[in-house]
């Protein structure tokens, strides 16, 4: 959030410095312009963070889709994208603020995918199992290095989206060893109890390791 008022507020002074001069150069305005348009694309992927009034109005399985649609179109690059949801509509019974838990953790992951792997495919499988709730978005690109830590950004905002919903978050090597999986376990019987303020904030791990309960 704050990297995209930073970038706003400079652009902001490179206008008012521009605005000093007798003529502006064509190859300062397009520099502004691609940087102005960066900025319309973190923003509304902000404003769709606070309120995905998708999800709000036509359900779970319609918001995702459109969530992949919109995030697929709005990059300009050719990818697959896959819901599978073997739930018969769980996502709608999730109590709200799990439901936009559980979504702002798959547009981030879909968000990383599309900025940094490059995927010919990303694919999001949601199932339920033995009072779990199992959500896997997979993509197939570059993949990430395993062991790294991460103690900002996306994935530590998708570790304690997880965290507040008591449900666990494995980032992974994808499928058939190639790009990359985001896991997350949630145990359904344990939603009414979550207590939001007993959430820690711990940085996000690379494992191979399946969760306890899967
Ligand atoms: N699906 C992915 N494939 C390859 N690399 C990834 C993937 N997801 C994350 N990464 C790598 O992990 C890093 C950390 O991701 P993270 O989401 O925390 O930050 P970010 O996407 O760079 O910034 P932001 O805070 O805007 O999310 C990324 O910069 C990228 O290098
Ligand atoms: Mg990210």
């Known amino acids: 959030h704050d990297q995209t008022l930073a970038d706003m507020t400079r652009l902001h002074r490179r206008i008012a410095r521009l605005q000093t001069l007798p003529s502006v150069p064509g190859e300062d305005l397009r520099g502004i312009a691609r940087a102005l348009k960066d900025s319309m694309q973190e923003l509304r992927q902000l404003i769709d963070a606070v309120k995905p009034t998708v999800l709000q109005l036509f359900g779970f399985e319609e918001g995702v889709e459109d969530l992949l649609r919109r995030s697929v179109r709005d990059s300009g690059l050719s990818i697959e994208t896959r819901l599978q949801d073997s739930t018969d509509g769980m996502g709608d019974r999730l109590p709200e603020s ?25 694919v999001i499988h949601i199932s339920h199992t033995g009072g779990l709730l199992q959500l896997t978005i997979d993509d197939d690109g570059l993949g990430l290095d395993v062991g790294n830590g991460f103690n900002s950004g996306g994935i530590q905002n998708m570790q304690v989206r997880a965290q507040l919903m008591a449900a666990q978050l494995f980032i992974e090597r994808g499928p058939a060893g190639r790009g990359t999986r985001v896991r ?9 109890i979550v207590d939001e303020a007993a959430a820690v904030c711990a940085p996000a791990f690379l494992t191979e390791t399946p969760c306890k309960s899967c």
């Open 98 to 122: 799990v439901k936009v838990a559980v979504f702002r953790i798959i547009q981030e992951a879909v968000n990383n995918a599309i900025r940094h792997a490059m995927p010919d495919s990303i």
């Open 184 to 192: 997350v376990c949630l145990p359904l019987a344990d939603l009414a």
